[in-house]
């Protein structure tokens, strides 16, 4: 499981659907492509020809999200197939070459085919068959598609081409898609080889915490695996997040060094063991609320997740540490 770089679309909720798609991909280009001044067109009055937006360079671009996000690969190369084919007649159709031609639009040199992702390289040699045809189209009629390039090219597009964008976007109020960082392909590890030193922290906290667990075995070591649980998916999470975000994960963990500061000062000053589940559940509220404020774009599971990765870090750690964990 270590050493896996998440794709971004790892990190995108499973709500991404054509408008949702469409959307970042245009904020993508808006951002990419500011000074080739990217201008979307909205699909509306004789349709958009084949294209949702084009830079004065002579780009345009089609975005395109498959409804069934459980395509096979076989069915997912037909689904892209047979969009590229109809965008692309429509690009050519004699019909909306007036309407590309109003748009003003300089020759066009690459015609965006904007996607999620393709799993089969056959999709890379249709694009070549269209390539071929729109140029033989092309030259049948040079007055009439004069709004083609001489070198056009077909270019697949994929969410890991605008990573650094996407990140961006996440963060910031231009989508309402949330960021999602819980673990892919998980498998919950087992913690009994972990330190013992991180174990037994762990334990005694938990004792100090609800003293009343040391009489049922049962719910004291369900409490303990779920905390243990939570610390090391937490640095596995981390890990990873570090390899695909480095940003955010410096963010997330600022943040935490500076909670750090005020859950130590509050346990440890704490002379009332009684106090010591009050404060312990206030401290994850006051992290939680944190968290919501600092990153809003994250989902509402990922936050609930980190917050309890992170509380178990520092029971596990000694930076929570509570009168009667000796």
Not at 242 to 256: A, N, T, V, W, Y
């Amino acid at each position: 499981m270590k050493g896996k770089t998440e794709m971004i679309l790892d990190f995108l909720n499973s709500d991404l659907n054509g408008e949702s798609w469409e959307n970042l991909c245009i904020a993508c280009y808006k951002m990419r492509y500011a000074s080739e001044h990217f201008t979307d067109i909205p699909a509306n009055r004789g349709g958009d020809g084949g294209i949702e937006g084009y830079t004065e360079n002579g780009i345009v671009i089609q975005c395109y999200c498959p409804l069934d996000k459980n395509l096979s690969h076989q069915d997912l190369y037909e689904n892209l197939r047979d969009k590229m084919t109809q965008d692309i007649n429509k690009f050519i159709d004699e019909k909306n070459s007036k309407n590309l031609k109003k748009l003003g639009i300089p020759p066009i040199k690459e015609w965006h085919f904007v996607i999620p992702e393709y799993k089969d390289n056959r999709i890379l040699e249709h694009k070549t068959k269209k390539i071929q045809l729109v140029k033989k189209t092309r030259e049948s009629n040079l007055e009439l598609y004069d709004y083609i390039s001489e070198d056009f090219r077909i270019i697949v597009k994929v969410a890991e081409d605008f990573r650094i964008e996407l990140s961006r976007i996440l963060r910031s109020s231009l989508t309402d898609i949330a960021m999602n960082i819980e673990l892919s392909n998980y498998t919950k590890p087992d913690w009994s080889k972990s330190d013992n030193t991180k174990i037994n922290n762990i334990k005694r906290k938990i004792l100090a915490i609800a003293p009343n667990l040391e009489d049922n075995l049962d719910s004291f070591n369900h409490i303990l695996d779920l905390y243990m649980t939570h610390y090391l998916e937490g640095i596995e999470k981390f890990e990873r997040l570090g390899k695909s975000f480095p940003d955010i994960r410096k963010d997330l963990l600022d943040l935490e060094t500076a909670f750090k500061m005020n859950v130590t000062t509050k346990t440890l000053m704490n002379t009332d063991k009684t106090l010591n589940s009050k404060i312990f559940n206030e401290l994850g509220d006051e992290f939680e609320k944190k968290l919501r404020e600092d990153f809003s774009f994250l989902s509402n599971t990922t936050t609930m997740n980190l917050k309890w990765n992170l509380v178990c870090k520092w029971l596990a750690d000694c930076s929570m540490e509570f009168k009667g964990a000796d």
